[in-house]
């Protein structure tokens, strides 16, 4: 199983999610970065389940780091964030050993690990896991605020409702910054909710769609091929559980574009080239432009149920059916939103790394 990502910068996941501990080790950190554990634990609160929107496992997320931090800045050495888990119902997956659950991992991650792997709450598969990725995560985004490069994402969409795109870039960045559920309007934020809620209600779910932006990002950065600053993005963005899309700058809707419509013509001013339009989400040629980065992630609807639905005994090779009990989320895009913030925080850091060295990250 591969658990690594990065180069120059990397993170490693580690646990289960009904296991004693799950966390993450950073490594590759430059010496005298910041660490703030109030900005770390602001962070992990944006993950958390609150309300009737999200699961009603409650788990405090302190995260304990146990090495590569000094007198609150990073020392260069690996950084290990612990996070335990305290609230977990074992009980609610007996009966789901062999019976594997529609859009969950349980069928595939039979036929890698013949049986062997923890079952419970999805084990090393859950969602669960995105927290301490979230920890990682804040330790780059603050890196990244020290060089001026700003990260933002906001909830498109969700059970089919709309947000507005990003306009006034700064004022939106700071609006959602500190939101549970971020998104730039009120009205349609009122009516996400009110679909998540409906979806409940129903013993259903719902997805949505995440845009992020990043504003501050020196252009240059990326290979072409096969390490494209969008591939290495979006390898790491499908990391993400229920991510099943990705898409930059006008993505998709540039295949109904002409060249004239769709090409960023490009523009000098105060001795800085810019482009009038950012159809390709900052990104030429697998590399940056300067231009804030623009990508959005489809997050499909959370997979547990609890209508009845068909599925095989793994065990006996009979065809069943199951209802899924215990305690499980109607929509997770509003959840996932730091952990794209995350993910992409830990991408940049490893791409400036490589092309400027691991000690530009220091401010």
């Known amino acids: 199983m591969k658990n690594t990502f990065g180069s120059g910068v990397s993170v490693t996941v580690f646990g289960e999610s009904h296991g004693d501990a799950i966390g993450a080790v950073l490594d590759g950190m430059a010496p005298g970065i910041p660490v703030d554990p109030e900005f770390i634990a602001h962070q992990m609160d944006l993950r958390r389940s609150v309300g009737a929107l999200s699961t009603a496992r409650r788990e405090p997320d302190r995260v304990r780091i146990v090495s590569g931090v000094f007198n609150g800045r990073t020392t260069g050495t690996p950084i290990t964030f612990i996070i335990e888990n305290s609230d977990t119902r074992s009980g609610d997956y007996g009966e789901l050993a062999y019976k594997a659950r529609p859009g969950h991992a349980d069928f595939s991650a039979q036929m890698k690990y013949h049986g062997f792997q923890d079952f419970r709450g999805g084990g090393h598969f859950s969602g669960r896991i995105t927290a301490g990725i979230v920890a990682a995560g804040a330790v780059a985004i603050g890196a990244l ?36 559920f971020a998104v730039l309007d009120d009205e349609r934020s009122e009516e996400m909710q009110a679909a998540i809620a409906a979806a409940r209600q129903e013993g259903d779910s719902v997805g949505g769609r995440l845009e992020t932006i990043v504003t501050g990002f020196p252009a240059g950065v990326g290979e072409p091929w096969f390490d494209t600053l969008e591939g290495v993005l979006s390898h790491a ?82 065809n069943t059916t199951l209802q899924i009990k215990g305690r499980h989320d109607p929509a997770i895009v509003h959840r996932a939103r730091v952990v794209a913030d995350s993910i992409t925080a830990l991408v940049l850091c490893d791409q400036l790394a490589l092309r400027f060295g691991t000690d530009w990250l220091r401010a």
Do not use: W, Y
């Not at 409702?161 to 910054?177: L, N, P, Q, V, Y």
């Open 145 to 180: 605020r020290e060089k001026n490069i700003r990260i933002a994402t906001h909830i498109l969409s969700c059970g089919g409702i709309f947000d507005r795109g990003f306009s006034d870039t700064d004022a939106d960045m700071d609006k959602i910054g500190g939101l549970e």
């Open 237 to 318: 963005l499908f990391s993400i559980p229920a991510v099943k899309g990705v898409e930059f700058g006008a993505g998709f809707g540039t295949a109904d574009m002409r060249g004239s419509q769709c090409n960023d013509c490009f523009r000098s001013k105060d001795g800085v080239i810019t482009a009038d339009t950012n159809n390709n989400g900052g990104i030429l040629g697998g590399i940056s432009t300067g231009m804030p980065l623009l990508f959005r992630i489809a997050v499909k609807p959370t997979p547990s149920i609890f209508t009845e639905q068909q599925t095989v005994d793994m065990n006996t090779m009979e």
